[in-house]
């Protein structure tokens, strides 16, 4: 039987291929022929690892022209990281763009991170180009007027015999911690309140334990399509060629889940949409955030430690051996397109309880 090019394929022929140039599709589905080489999945099956590509966007296939909105939901509410602690020093000022919002990411004086709206409530300037952080304020490089980004009121108008500050002198703040090393701000799409709180992962500052590792990449995937990953046994089999490990254990409590396997040494802990815990027993634990940059779009954080034990590069060997994984979601991810209903098969449901619960993190669903 005549076989069409494998994935492999072509992944080798579209390497060079630029993220923006979108090809027609025709000719690129592989041969459903069983290849006895490949434990009688399907051929071209499981998905190729391209561990380059996790980092190097331009390595990736994209051939979805879909034009509308490839998720109905919108960016969840939650605690997401904005940057690592180690790269704001006191008196710094970072242009983000995150919550499909521009913001700005300052460090005080008093070594405490705030994030506000990045354009100016006055006339608009960005803060994060030539605002300058004043004690605890940034100031605006417009015009001077500073505003404390905890509260985000505008504390001093710096010209003129103002004495009066326009009460609606408020630049939008967010909620922001420091914790894991790295630094966290709170979206809410109705400036909500946090309602469910940060774990402390005690291995960051254990003696015993790695100094933590940070891989990163962006994604254009919604976080909840990422973490419905998890709950999508035979993904497994077909994308990565391995069984999905057989849960003990799977607890749903609020905003928090967890999931027991091996006896207790695989527990993955979520908290919110985005924010995971994952401890393999002796051998990693690792913190994972997916940042919204917007509706469809994440950037992903993958923080490591392994125990000193396993010797240097412990934790670089697992982060490595991770990060080859998800280059076999990558492309699926990124082609694909949320399914509501979607046609699935009994054994399946988890996916839907899945969707049910992601359901508390949005404000609006269309
Ligand atoms: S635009 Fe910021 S102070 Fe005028
Ligand atoms: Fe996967």
């Known amino acids: 039987m005549e076989r069409g090019p494998t994935m492999t394929d072509i992944t080798e022929i579209n390497a060079e291929d630029e993220r923006s140039e979108r090809s027609l599709a025709l000719g690129e589905l592989t041969s459903t022929a069983i290849n006895d080489l490949n434990g009688g999945l399907p051929s071209g099956l499981p998905m190729p690892r391209n561990l380059a590509m996790v980092t190097d966007p331009t390595q990736r296939k994209l051939v979805t022209h879909f034009k509308g909105r490839r998720v109905p939901f919108p960016v969840p509410n939650g605690w997401f990281v904005v940057a690592e602690s180690k790269d704001l020093e006191p008196g710094g000022v970072r242009a983000l763009f995150y919550f499909d919002r521009d913001l700005v990411l300052y460090r005080g004086e008093d070594g405490v991170a705030r994030v506000m709206d990045a354009h100016c409530t006055h006339l608009g300037a960005h803060l994060a180009v030539g605002g300058r952080v004043d004690a605890n304020c940034l100031r605006c490089p417009f015009h001077g007027w500073a505003f404390?980004?905890?509260?985000?009121?505008?504390?001093?108008?710096?010209?003129?015999?103002?004495?009066?500050?326009?009460?609606k002198a408020h630049n939008r703040s967010y909620p922001t911690i420091e914790r894991n090393h790295m630094i966290w701000a709170w979206y809410h799409a109705h400036d909500g309140e946090p309602f469910y709180d940060v774990p402390e992962v005690d291995e960051f500052s254990d003696d015993e334990w790695s100094p933590i590792?940070?891989?990163?990449?962006?994604?254009?995937?919604?976080?909840?399509?990422?973490?419905?990953?998890?709950?999508?046994?035979?993904?497994f089999r077909y994308v990565h060629g391995t069984d999905a490990i057989p849960e003990n254990d799977f607890i749903v409590d609020g905003t928090y889940k967890r999931t027991t396997s091996l006896d207790?040494?695989?527990?993955?802990?979520?908290?919110g949409l985005g924010l995971g815990v994952l401890r393999v027993k002796g051998y990693v634990t690792f913190l994972s955030s997916t940042t919204p940059i917007d509706e469809s779009k994440v950037h992903v954080r993958w923080i490591f430690t392994a125990p000193k034990a396993n010797g240097d590069g412990a934790a670089e060997q697992a982060a490595d051996a991770f990060l080859s994984g998800v280059s076999q979601d990558i492309p699926i991810w990124e082609n694909k397109i949320y399914r509501d209903p979607p046609i699935i098969t009994k054994t399946e449901k988890l996916i839907l309880e899945h969707r049910r619960w992601s359901l508390q993190f949005y404000s609006d669903f269309d």
């Open 148 to 167: 404390d980004g905890s509260s985000g009121r505008c504390v001093d108008v710096p010209y003129g015999d103002t004495k009066h500050i326009p009460p």
């Open 213 to 235: 590792l940070c891989r990163d990449f962006v994604v254009n995937v919604a976080a909840q399509e990422m973490a419905e990953n998890n709950v999508d046994f035979a993904h």
């Open 264 to 271: 207790g040494a695989f527990v993955r802990e979520g908290y």
